[in-house]
């Protein structure tokens, strides 16, 4: 199951839900196909002001980021770097639909590879088998 986390400013994020919702659940299914629609998991996080800072001082704004979990195999793929670069690019298309071009160059991508050997579901280790 593709994660995907969009951490934003609380004021910022407040109202966009459902455009960020859709978008970045179209940016995985652009890639992946539409068989991965109903997998997507969509979280965002919204940020209250004073708790994201840079530099250790807090920022008054910030651009939206994006973290992607998927399964660490994805990297060891033949067409990995095809598939990275294209994720990079919706995502960042996705988060700029919503936002605004404004934001566009600060937004931070990040693909999470997870081995399933180390992931759980209902109480149990997700094994490579069982997840194939």
Known sequence: MPH??????????????PDLIRELTDAVVSVY?????????????????????RGGVAVATAAPSVTFGMREEVFARPDAARVVAQLVSTFTDAVTAVFGPACRDEILVELVGQPTSRSGLGGRVISDTAAS
């Open 4 to 17: 995907v986390t969009l951490y934003a400013l609380e004021e910022d994020l407040t109202g966009r839900e």
């Open 33 to 53: 196909g539409e068989w991965a629609r109903g997998s997507v998991d969509v979280r965002l996080i919204g940020i209250p002001a004073g708790r994201w800072a």
